[in-house]
């Protein structure tokens, strides 16, 4: 298994659908990251969750929710999305130790279209 | 007219030539580096970091190097290869939250044959 698994790859939905991504980390690490790259901006943080906690929302809409059960699954949950949502959505992960984070691991992204 | 897109720097080098990528950070507070490779269709790989203790790392054919008076960090690419081609990006570790990342635009770096 690779370190950060992500699916699907690739979804395509419309916007009054509700779909979900999934993301397990096989790294034993004590945080985890949702990330949206668009094509308009740089990296983008979207949630921080530590040991299942969530730390941090990056103003994002409520449209996304994020669920996390337990430190190795990430789940972020799509409801009534836009086209401008459409993004490469990635998960990360890592190891925080005494409030510093080590480097982020990626998965490979699941790629969204809204229609 | 809207940007349909970022127009990301592009560096094109002759293979094994050596590679520059510069990247200009924007909190002086940070205190924690990283620089990411991207390959198409893939997500970011970890490259090399750097802490704001030190002004250079080696890695295997990459070297960072940190100015924090002027908030510049740099990767240097050794006998670019093919497979080096990919957008590199920066990341710093935004203080006081230890926990957000912010990455910069990046850079295309094409290796021509």
């Known amino acids: 298994e690779t370190g950060v698994t992500q699916t699907p790859r690739h979804l395509v939905m ?36 530590n040991f299942k906690e969530q730390t941090e929302n990056n103003s994002v ?36 130790t005494g409030g510093n984070t080590g480097e982020l691991f990626f998965g490979e992204g699941s790629r969204l279209t809204v229609l | 007219g809207e940007s349909v897109g970022l127009h990301l720097p592009t560096l094109s080098v002759q293979e094994g030539d050596n590679s520059i990528i510069n990247c200009a950070y924007s909190n002086s507070a940070s205190d924690y580096f990283i620089w990411y490779k991207q390959e198409s269709g893939k997500g970011p790989q970890f490259i090399i970091d750097i802490r704001s203790n030190m002004d250079k790392r080696q890695g295997q054919r990459v ?24 957008v590199y990006f920066c990341a710093e570790n935004y203080r006081p939250d230890g926990q957000n990342f912010v990455f910069g635009p990046g850079t295309r770096l094409s290796v021509l044959p």
Not at chain 2, 63 to 86: E, R
Request: charged letters at 15%.
């Open chain 1, 14 to 49: 419309g916007m009054t659908n509700k779909k979900s991504l999934k993301c397990e980390q096989h790294l034993g690490h004590n945080a985890m990251y949702w990330y949206k790259q668009s094509a308009k901006k740089p990296l983008e943080l979207m949630f921080v969750y």
């Open chain 2, 63 to 86: 070297t960072v190097l940190l100015n924090k008076t002027v908030k510049h960090l740099s990767l240097q690419i050794a006998a670019t290869q093919p497979g080096d081609s990919a």
């Open chain 1, 61 to 96: 809409p409520s449209r996304f929710s994020p669920e996390c059960p337990n430190s190795s699954h990430l789940f972020l949950h799509l409801h009534t999305l836009q086209p401008e949502d459409s993004a490469l959505y990635l998960c990360a992960s890592s190891q925080v």
